[in-house]
């Protein structure tokens, strides 16, 4: 909507159906035609056509347009021209010419005048339906605006707050980014700012700041307050009309600013504007007119909340302020007889302590005390043992429970008060609700009432005093609970001193004694210590040195050549930022792998392959500089920092020197052996931040040296770097693919070669890349399988295979097994659920594997192949030819086909064919001898076909017989006679 966004006005319906007409129009006709459009519009005649059109076209349909010209008239002049003109009914008018490159049919041109009309009708009804829907949507966005706003006025939410959130409902109905409301007096000629949000001007606003039109003459919004009128356009624009003249000091100018007052009956009291910086045109009339309107909504919202601010404001103070009267009055009274009585008791509490012969006669008397301040006929102190695991009550006295003995720890209530250390007062109800929670379980007759506060000594809590009520007349309030617990702070202050008092006898009797024996074992554990911290430091520097060298040379270890290539880098960085990034000396990082080292493992021993490693070591420090460093990364692999390194060459010639003395003979487990090493070279580039870089980036060079026939060295360029990267980069689509549903099946047809009949199809693995496009699995196949992900592709292809399979169709589908699938002791097992799971049939599946697959594991093999045959999947052999091939193991499988390789198909045609025709003859007579049919595969020419047909092979694949695609071809290929 123009008037909710500020752009300018949308064209209007009939404009926009002629518009988009012209191209629709010249499809229509034969190619080469031009297409011209005529049509009122805004109190002025419009135009379009296709680009590069006649302006003979133009002309003739403007003239149609305005009456000067007729349809026949125009027709008439140039058979090759088709016109139209077309009413709406509602006073709107279209002409329309089009010319073709040939004269028309008179077929053609009906047709085409209807589909004009036809058109053009459609189009103009579709415009008014978008414009009345804008209108609506326009109309209930305006109201519930207005809602947001009322609400908003009769919400609890501070003024800030409810202002703010008014300016987002502002901004929902037009541009508003740049939003202020003012409150204006105009009896004093003042104004404040009582909202002021602008993504330029700096200015903070206080609504409480007022501000005085003759402090602030030149203000714009001075002047709108004092005329009264809604102002609209550019600042400058705006600033005539209102003469103001220009002052720097109130704030950028804009682009559009639009203003209108606030009205308190016929007095003006505040304004609401709106401004853009960069959006020239962004209001208009009915932005105007729709801001007037929100903004006496505004004001009623901000009359509403300041009436209902005062209101509460008022009504508190007096509430509070009678309430605070009454409460200090009472608080007064009750308070001094509570002091009078506590201090009369704390008092007494004090002197028991110290006067009281016995722990027993301190009880009673404390219970004395207690009945004075409330109701205490049933009291009892209960204590926690010794041990922590029984509660004893030295002091009882109760009407129904004349004796209490202690008991094991349990969920009673006053075990409830030990465990929270918080007081409880507790009605009959009350305890029934801690009982059937299972928080306590009650003891003794139950009580009416039941009070009970913890009893501290040192911040733990060790006992409870209690008191209870068996009479529903007699019961205890809050005040008794707060009285009781203050009591009881001082009851335990008394009790610990009397208690302390019994015990200072004992004690000082047998201080002496401990003070003895102290001594002593403070002496020997003196000893002990100092021998301990010994030990401690050497165990220290040993696990020091073990964590940062190899355990078996002596090497350091990778941890501490990454910390030394921290530390180079950094002050290879630092000196290159000294020197104005003029480059300083260098340095450079060699990754070194032993080759053939499992070679040494497997035939002499790992204890000899331990010895290669450390002589490998020793022969690599003797190579290398005192001040180089050599680390042992773990297995076989070394890296060697070289500091101080001026050119690659240096580097080179260091690693050819280690390589020279790593390949001099040795003797080994009583064996002379000749080691060489493959040897990798990164250099120092500022581009690299972390050590790990360095060493990852050698170990790709050192790599590409054990390619290239190992015993040598390779350096890392920016070829290998971009390797590396587009290496990840695909294996990152590759992951993404995966969660992405990339992958596609392409299913290339098995036909009967007599007859061309298709009986089944092998499903082929593509990936659809979304930069690359269709990637056959040689392009990613190897990466998928480095990174592991390559089981989870072929899972999700089986899947798409068997829903294939279960949506009906002929004939069987074949899909491959790697050796790692078929090595997976449930793979039979997850691929039978998938058929179960899709409901196809297991007889219209065949699985493909190699010889490899079978021979890896015979026994799995041989039961994974039976389970599947048992449920009806049958097993193929592929690339057969080309492994064993023999019928030695061969007849040990169920397999129900062999596929003869392509290589072999390939050379049934040539001059070496004969060697080809043997062996394509010896598979044919080993399948005639098992009972199994044989598939040729890469049939690509009709010779090759009849070659097979003529050796006995019955069946075949290949481009000649059809090529993969992502359907399935049913009934027969075409083949040549």
């Not at 700096?202 to 005329?227: E, H, M, Q, V």
């Not at 360095?694 to 050192?702: F, I």
Request: one cysteine or more.
């Amino acid at each position: 909507m123009r008037g909710m966004e500020g752009r300018p006005g949308r064209r209007m319906p009939l404009g926009e159906a002629v518009a988009s007409l012209v191209d629709v129009l010249q499809q229509a006709l034969p190619p080469g035609s031009d297409v011209a459009v005529a049509w009122l519009e805004g109190g002025g005649r419009e135009a379009a056509g296709t680009p590069g059109g006649r302006a003979a076209v133009a002309g003739q349909a403007a003239g149609l347009l305005e009456g000067v010209l007729d349809v026949d008239g125009v027709e008439a002049a140039d058979d090759r021209r088709v016109a139209l003109r077309w009413d709406d009914g509602a006073g709107q008018s279209v002409a329309i010419v089009a010319q073709a490159p040939a004269p028309l049919e008179p077929v053609a041109r009906t047709a085409w005048r209807v589909l004009a009309a036809g058109l053009l009708s459609s189009g103009v009804d579709l415009g008014r339906t978008r414009q009345r829907a804008e209108a609506l949507e326009k109309s209930e966005r305006l109201q519930q605006a207005l809602y947001e706003i009322a609400d908003l006025a009769g919400s609890a939410l501070e003024l800030g707050e409810m202002l703010e959130r008014i300016h987002r409902v502002v901004a929902g109905l037009m541009y508003a980014e740049n939003f202020y409301i003012v409150l204006y007096d105009d009896l004093d000629d003042s104004y404040r700012f009582l909202y002021f949000a602008d993504r330029i001007d700096p200015f903070i606003a206080d609504p409480d700041y007022i501000i005085r039109g003759a402090d602030n003459p030149n203000s714009l919004t001075l002047a709108l307050l004092r005329k009264g009128e809604p102002a609209q356009g550019p600042s400058g624009a705006v600033r005539d009309q209102l003469d103001v003249p220009l002052d720097a000091g109130h704030g950028p100018d804009s682009q559009d600013w639009l203003g209108v007052p606030m009205r308190r009956e016929e007095r003006v009291c505040g304004a609401v504007v709106v401004q853009s910086y960069d959006r020239p045109d962004s209001y208009g009339t009915e932005e105007r007119a729709l801001l007037a309107f929100v903004a006496q909504h505004i004001l009623t919202a901000l009359d509403r909340h300041q009436a209902r601010e005062e209101l509460e404001r008022r009504v508190e103070e007096r509430t509070q302020a009678l309430q605070q009267s009454n409460r200090d009055l009472q608080a007064e009274i009750v308070e001094r007889q509570r002091g009078e009585r506590l201090q009369r008791a704390l008092f007494r509490i004090a002197e028991l302590s110290i006067t009281s012969e016995t722990l027993e006669r301190f009880y009673a008397q404390v219970h004395d005390v207690v009945g004075e301040l409330l109701y205490a006929r049933n009291f009892y102190i209960a204590l926690r043992s010794r041990d922590g695991r029984h509660l004893e009550f030295p002091y009882s006295i109760d009407e129904r429970d004349p004796r209490r003995a202690s008991r094991r720890l349990g969920a009673g209530i006053t075990e409830y008060v030990l465990a929270t250390g918080a007081p409880i007062l507790a009605d009959r109800a009350r305890i029934g609700e801690l009982e059937a929670a299972g928080l306590v379980r009650s003891h003794g007759t139950l009580a009416h009432c039941w009070l009970g506060v913890p009893l501290y000594r040192d911040d733990a809590v060790v006992g409870v005093i209690a008191v209870q009520s068996y009479s529903p007349a007699i019961g205890f309030t809050r005040r008794d609970q707060e009285l009781l617990t203050f009591v009881a702070h001082h009851i335990g202050i008394g009790l610990t001193r009397k208690q302390a008092q019994d015990r200072l006898v004992t004690a000082h009797a047998e201080l002496e004694q401990r003070v003895e024996e102290r001594t002593g074992e403070l002496a020997r554990a003196n000893a002990e210590l100092l021998e301990q911290i010994g030990e401690r430091l050497r165990a220290e520097q040993r696990l020091t040195h073990q964590a940062r060298h190899d355990a078996l040379t002596g090497l350091p270890n990778r941890q501490q050549l990454l910390d030394r290539l921290t530390e180079t880098i950094t002050v290879a960085r630092g000196a290159r930022l000294a020197s104005g990034g003029t480059p300083a000396p260098g340095f450079a990082v060699l990754f070194l792998d032993l080759d053939r080292f499992k070679l040494v493992n497997d035939s002499v021993g790992h204890s000899a392959g331990d010895e290669l490693l450390v002589e490998a070591g020793r022969r690599i420090v003797a190579a290398v500089r005192d001040s180089d460093t050599v680390a042992r990364l773990g297995g076989d692999e070394f890296a060697i920092l070289v500091e101080g390194v001026d050119s690659l060459a240096m580097a080179e010639e260091l690693s050819q020197r280690i390589l020279l003395g790593l390949g001099r003979p040795c003797w080994i487990g009583g064996r002379e052996v000749f080691p060489s090493a493959s040897l990798g070279i990164a250099m120092w580039q500022p581009r690299y931040r972390t050590g790990a870089e360095l060493l990852r980036d050698a170990d790709a060079a050192m790599y590409r040296a054990k390619a290239a026939g190992r015993d040598r060295c390779a350096v890392f360029d920016e070829d290998m770097r971009e390797e590396a990267l587009r290496i990840l980069d695909l294996e990152a689509d590759l992951r993404r693919a995966i969660n992405g549903d990339s992958f596609v099946a392409h299913y290339q047809p098995i036909v009967r070669l007599a007859d061309g009949v298709v009986i089944g199809h092998e499903a082929l693995l593509r990936w659809r890349h979304p930069t690359r496009g269709l990637l056959s699995p040689g392009e990613f196949i190897g990466l998928g399988e480095d990174s592991g992900l390559i089981e989870e592709v072929d899972w999700l292809m089986y899947a798409q295979v068997i829903a294939k399979l279960a949506s009906g169709g002929e004939g069987y589908l074949s899909v491959n097994v790697s050796p790692r699938h078929f090595r997976s002791p449930d793979f039979a097992d997850r691929l039978l659920r998938l058929l179960d799971t899709a409901g196809a049939d297991p007889a219209r599946l065949r699985i493909e594997i190699t010889e490899v697959a079978l021979l890896d594991d015979v026994p799995r093999a041989l039961h994974t192949l039976s389970v599947l045959r048992e449920r009806g999947v049958l097993a193929q052999l592929d690339d057969f030819g080309t492994g064993y091939s023999a019928l030695s193991y061969l007849h040990r499988f169920p397999v129900e086909c062999l596929k003869i390789d392509q290589s072999f198909v390939a050379g049934l045609i040539g001059p070496n064919r004969h060697e080809s025709i043997a062996v394509v003859r010896a598979i044919q007579a080993l399948a005639g001898t098992l009972g199994i049919h044989t598939v040729g595969e890469g049939v690509e020419t009709d010779a090759q076909r009849d070659a097979l047909l003529e050796l006995g092979c019955g069946y075949g694949q290949g481009y000649l017989l059809g090529r993969p695609a992502e359907q399935t071809v049913d009934g027969q290929v075409p083949v040549s006679a």
